[in-house]
């Protein structure tokens, strides 16, 4: 559409700025301000200058928990991608069937998370949980509370329980919006499944993938509450990722400056991976 | 992408002109056996589905169970079916008014993300400004923001206004990511609505208040609908903020699930049901918006 240049358009989106400014902008101008000062308590600043940011770029436990929520992130997206356009092929296209479909693949969406994490915390106990229980039934020694691979498992399979169906509901809205006419020409082709898949569906559904790799990796390199209910960021420090961390340092040992200093690191790092991803994605609807 | 639909659109006129009968039933029989209409088509979503209820059943299944039998060997139905873990919920107030206060500020947070939303979704959509691109962005940015980072600062700048313990203050952080949410979800239907329609109207002698209320919030009705749904599911789910922010006049039903963890040990039926009463308000709304939900999808903004 045609957009005519009209610099009063400010004052439309003046409401939502000074809203964003107050719930935005001044909470994250007092985060810069700790991260570069010290404290010893009774309101008194010191500067510090860049000291933080040089202790947190060097300690071992901030890219500890970095690269442990990147892996995270990766093998969540590697199951739940495949895994959401799978069941959306499969979705029935007409119906009674679509309602109920959407209705039950949606509820997970709108459990409160640490309902979420609780359900599954429940879940996964060896000794009143279904899904603890009948694994140890079955032989498997299998405890979230005591083995780090277990716990990952759980927080893993949690994650895909929670948000698979929005790659589901976001791929299945990509492939209504084609055209009864593509799937009869490649019906007369003698075109394969896979051939209808690659040439047809995919390319039809790129641009809710892009959507939905960015949502799911965005939420869950800032994934904090499922996790933090169901293993604690433990057993040890192995399912610590960096949310977790950070509120560990913030709230729980009021550690002002490296927290502040960590949030930013933190901020900047999605800050640039959003914009690689916005990039990409105004680029494409642009062609 | 192009290249194969043309063949295969030109294929499809192709063939419709020198049909041949019998190829087409045997084509039709195998396509039958491969793809859409399989008979096993229910197969894949059942079971997925079957993974999704497991953990509810579950939930639900202990909800409505004592104690005693909750800790004692397992059992897949209750035994002595009890409603006294709901009893519980609904006669304390302590417990019901977590549901009173999650619904108050999610419905203000509601009203307030679209209210704002729109005027501000009519700009990006209509007009070029200087900056627009970036401002854009630049909201986004915040729904991308991690809450963690901002759980301190908001506790300390609404203790500044005195705002701490009340549903406006939550309301408000939740706007962090509700607003740009809502503004990038009304953008997307505004941008559907022909301008011709805007024009229209102000030669019909609409002045622009009017025009707005009258006219185009009803062509964008189901838009509106769509953004204060994700608008009411993201400030339902959040608890981080909603925690941080309150302390007892206004805490969120999630936040007092975790009172359950008490002196006496883990009361787990009366922790299952507020979790079964939780699952229900999101489970009324999906109904509600079964069929635009697709939609709202499909502008792929969420």
Same mark, same amino acid.
């Given at each position: 559409?045609?957009?005519?240049?009209? %610099?009063?358009?400010?004052?439309?989106?003046?409401?939502?700025?000074?809203?964003?400014?107050?719930?935005?902008?001044?909470?994250?101008?007092?985060?810069?301000?700790?991260?570069?000062?010290?404290?010893?308590?009774?309101?008194?600043?010191?500067?510090?200058?860049?000291?933080?940011?040089?202790?947190?770029?060097?300690?071992?436990?901030?890219?500890?928990?970095?690269?442990?929520?990147?892996?995270?992130?990766?093998?969540?997206?590697?199951?739940?991608?495949? #895994?959401?356009?799978?069941?959306?092929?499969?979705?029935?296209?007409?119906? /009674?069937?679509?309602?109920?479909?959407?209705?039950?693949?949606?509820?997970? #969406?709108?459990?409160?998370?640490?309902?979420?994490?609780?359900?599954?915390?429940?879940?996964?106990?060896?000794?009143?949980?279904?899904?603890?229980?009948?694994?140890?039934?079955?032989?498997?020694?299998?405890?979230?509370?005591?083995?780090?691979?277990?716990?990952?498992?759980?927080?893993?399979?949690?994650?895909?329980?929670?948000?698979?169906?929005?790659?589901?509901?976001?791929?299945?809205?990509?492939?209504?919006?084609?055209?009864?006419?593509?799937?009869?020409?490649?019906?007369?082709?003698?075109?394969?499944?896979?051939?209808?898949?690659?040439?047809?569906? &995919?390319?039809?559904?790129?641009?809710?993938?892009?959507?939905?790799?960015?949502?799911?990796?965005?939420?869950?390199?800032?994934?904090?509450?499922?996790? @933090?209910?169901?293993?604690?960021?433990?057993?040890?420090?192995?399912?610590?990722?960096? !949310?977790?961390?950070?509120?560990?340092?913030?709230?729980?040992?009021?550690?002002?400056?490296?927290?502040?200093?960590?949030?930013?690191?933190?901020?900047?790092?999605? &800050?640039?991976?959003?914009?690689?991803?916005?990039?990409?994605?105004?680029?494409?609807?642009?062609? | 992408?192009?290249?194969?639909? %043309?063949?295969?659109?030109?294929?499809?006129?192709?063939?419709?002109?020198?049909?041949?009968?019998?190829?087409?039933?045997?084509?039709?029989?195998?396509?039958?056996?491969?793809?859409?209409?399989?008979?096993?088509?229910?197969?894949?979503?059942?079971?997925?589905?079957?993974?999704?209820?497991?953990?509810?059943?579950?939930?639900?299944?202990?909800?409505?169970?004592?104690?005693?039998?909750?800790?004692?060997?397992?059992?897949?139905?209750?035994?002595?079916?009890?409603?006294?873990?709901?009893?519980?919920?609904?006669?304390?107030?302590?417990?019901?008014?977590?549901?009173? %206060?999650?619904?108050?500020?999610?419905?203000? %947070?509601?009203?307030? !993300?679209?209210?704002?939303? #729109?005027?501000?979704?009519?700009?990006?959509?209509?007009?070029?400004?200087?900056?627009?691109?970036?401002?854009?962005?630049?909201?986004?940015?915040?729904?991308?923001?991690?809450?963690?980072?901002?759980?301190?600062?908001? @506790?300390?700048?609404?203790?500044?206004?005195?705002?701490?313990?009340?549903?406006?203050?939550?309301? &408000?952080?939740? =706007?962090?990511?509700?607003?740009?949410?809502?503004?990038?979800?009304?953008?997307?239907?505004?941008?559907?609505?022909?301008?011709?329609?805007?024009?229209?109207?102000?030669?019909?002698?609409?002045?622009?208040?009017?025009?707005?209320?009258?006219?185009?919030?009803?062509?964008?009705?189901?838009?509106?609908?769509?953004?204060?749904?994700? =608008?009411?599911?993201?400030?339902?789910?959040?608890?981080?903020?909603?925690?941080?922010?309150?302390?007892?006049?206004?805490?969120?039903?999630?936040?007092?699930?975790?009172?359950?963890?008490?002196?006496?040990?883990?009361? /787990?039926?009366?922790?299952?049901?507020?979790?079964?009463?939780?699952?229900?308000?999101?489970?009324?709304?999906? /109904?509600?918006?079964?069929?635009?939900?697709?939609?709202?999808?499909?502008?792929?903004?969420?």
């Amino acid at each position: 559409m045609e957009k005519t240049w009209n %610099n009063r358009a400010w004052f439309m989106v003046l409401p939502v700025l000074v809203l964003v400014a107050f719930s935005a902008v001044i909470p994250l101008m007092t985060v810069v301000n700790y991260s570069v000062q010290d404290t010893f308590g009774n309101n008194e600043f010191f500067w510090a200058g860049s000291e933080w940011f040089q202790e947190m770029l060097t300690s071992a436990r901030f890219w500890e928990a970095f690269w442990r929520n990147l892996a995270f992130s990766g093998i969540i997206l590697a199951i739940e991608i495949p #895994l959401g356009i799978f069941i959306a092929l499969n979705m029935p296209k007409s119906g /009674w069937g679509v309602p109920v479909c959407l209705v039950l693949m949606a509820l997970p #969406l709108l459990i409160p998370w640490n309902v979420v994490g609780t359900i599954w915390q429940v879940f996964g106990r060896i000794d009143i949980g279904l899904l603890g229980y009948g694994l140890n039934a079955f032989g498997l020694d299998y405890n979230y509370v005591n083995d780090p691979i277990d716990a990952w498992a759980t927080v893993v399979i949690m994650d895909v329980w929670h948000w698979t169906s929005l790659v589901v509901l976001l791929c299945y809205a990509g492939l209504v919006s084609i055209p009864d006419a593509y799937y009869q020409a490649a019906k007369i082709d003698g075109a394969s499944r896979w051939a209808v898949f690659r040439y047809i569906q &995919l390319p039809k559904m790129n641009r809710v993938l892009l959507i939905a790799v960015l949502l799911r990796f965005m939420d869950s390199f800032m994934i904090y509450t499922e996790p @933090f209910v169901v293993t604690g960021g433990g057993p040890g420090n192995s399912t610590t990722f960096l !949310s977790i961390d950070l509120v560990k340092m913030a709230i729980g040992q009021f550690d002002l400056g490296p927290a502040a200093a960590m949030s930013i690191i933190y901020f900047l790092i999605i &800050l640039l991976l959003s914009w690689v991803f916005y990039t990409v994605m105004t680029n494409y609807d642009a062609e | 992408m192009a290249e194969a639909n %043309n063949t295969t659109l030109r294929a499809a006129q192709g063939s419709g002109a020198t049909a041949v009968s019998a190829q087409d039933a045997a084509l039709e029989r195998k396509m039958r056996r491969r793809g859409d209409e399989s008979r096993f088509w229910w197969l894949v979503p059942t079971l997925y589905i079957i993974f999704l209820m497991l953990p509810i059943y579950w939930l639900v299944n202990m909800s409505f169970k004592t104690n005693q039998e909750i800790i004692g060997p397992i059992t897949f139905f209750p035994v002595n079916p009890t409603l006294k873990n709901y009893a519980v919920i609904f006669s304390d107030p302590s417990w019901y008014s977590g549901y009173i %206060n999650s619904i108050i500020y999610v419905v203000m %947070n509601m009203v307030i !993300s679209v209210a704002v939303a #729109l005027p501000a979704a009519y700009a990006f959509s209509r007009y070029r400004f200087l900056g627009d691109k970036h401002l854009f962005f630049w909201l986004l940015t915040n729904r991308m923001a991690p809450p963690a980072v901002f759980a301190l600062p908001f @506790f300390q700048l609404y203790s500044a206004f005195g705002l701490i313990d009340t549903h406006i203050a939550v309301a &408000l952080a939740h =706007c962090l990511f509700n607003v740009p949410l809502a503004v990038w979800i009304l953008e997307g239907f505004m941008s559907g609505v022909p301008k011709e329609i805007d024009e229209t109207a102000y030669i019909d002698g609409y002045s622009f208040p009017r025009f707005f209320v009258k006219i185009f919030m009803p062509l964008i009705a189901s838009g509106i609908g769509v953004a204060a749904f994700f =608008c009411f599911m993201f400030s339902w789910v959040e608890l981080l903020l909603a925690r941080t922010l309150t302390t007892t006049a206004a805490k969120p039903i999630s936040a007092i699930m975790t009172r359950t963890v008490s002196a006496s040990g883990l009361d /787990w039926g009366v922790l299952a049901a507020a979790g079964v009463l939780t699952i229900i308000p999101g489970a009324l709304v999906i /109904w509600f918006v079964r069929n635009y939900i697709a939609k709202g999808f499909a502008l792929g903004r969420v």
